[in-house]
């Protein structure tokens, strides 16, 4: 209750008492407008980065499923080291690498150049990849977003690190491979050649036979963003997550979203007749 020293005040009808209850019920109202009125930007700003995306590249691991979700990536980089001592050769990694398959490959091709080991280990990690699509969990909402894009005619690609048969494997099995098939790009032999390196950005938009200027990225990682921009394609930063998300906009990330279900609302806004 507001309370107010009545010997002072004389209470008549313009006289307003307001309960703590009723203070409130009007701060959840004004912050429930708040929000309303953030998501209603965010749909803007959404919808002026999608609209005239003729062609969407995705990440693969990310936008599109969580593939270590229960196969961690750091166990399996410590295998990957693992098996590389068990051959005789050893690696340098930065404390930050420590924990991602892809540098302990980029380290054995930059320390073992011209090595078979690169080669061999590859296979190693893609038969690991492969393992980690039986416990895979898809990204709320790529599925519907991934069709709806499709269905109105966007041409799609997958522009990923990981083994391109993974990529197609996980698909077929979400029954999603037609919506990007031939227009699947993973790594090669050359682990150079990794984003942020932009081959296999490059790739995808070759094969699609797409304007980077009227392309669109999804990703979730500054690698994907560099690749993208060197590419000459817009990027829309996907973060699961406090950590991704702000790593993403410390990047210089246009636009991140940390779910796919405001994208999916746009989509399907911009693609109605």
């Not at 309960?19 to 009125?37: D, G, M, P, R, S």
């Not at 296999?200 to 560099?226: E, F, H, K, W």
């Amino acid at each position: 209750m507001v309370r107010r020293t009545l010997e002072h005040h004389r209470l008549g009808p313009d006289t307003l008492l307001v309960t703590t209850e009723q203070a409130e019920q009007a701060k959840q109202a004004e912050l429930a407008k708040q929000a309303k009125q953030a998501a209603h930007t965010v749909a803007e700003s959404i919808e002026d980065l999608i609209s005239g995306a003729e062609y969407v590249l995705f990440d693969f691991d990310g936008p599109i499923c969580h593939l270590f979700a229960r196969h961690p990536p750091r166990t399996v980089a410590a295998g990957l080291v693992e098996w590389l001592r068990a051959r005789g050769a050893a690696v340098r990694l930065a404390e930050d690498e420590a924990g991602d398959p892809h540098a302990v490959l980029r380290a054995v091709s930059r320390d073992h150049p011209g090595s078979g080991l690169v080669g061999e280990l590859e296979a190693e990690l893609t038969r690991e990849e492969l393992q980690a699509t039986r416990t895979s969990w898809p990204t709320a909402y790529a599925d519907p977003l991934i069709r709806t894009w499709s269905a109105i005619g966007v041409g799609l690609a997958v522009a990923t690190n990981n083994s391109p048969r993974v990529a197609e494997e996980y698909l077929t099995g979400r029954g999603l491979r037609e919506c990007f098939a031939p227009h699947i790009h993973g790594r090669t032999g050359d682990p150079r050649l990794l984003k942020p390196d932009p081959d296999c950005v490059r790739r995808a938009l070759d094969s699609l036979g797409a304007d980077p200027a009227a392309s669109l990225m999804i990703g979730d990682t500054p690698a994907d963003l560099y690749a993208a921009r060197e590419a000459g394609v817009r990027f829309l930063g996907y973060g699961r997550g406090e950590h991704r998300t702000a790593r993403l906009w410390k990047a210089g990330a246009p636009m991140v979203v940390e779910s796919l279900e405001p994208l999916l609302q746009a989509v399907r806004t911009l693609g109605r007749p």
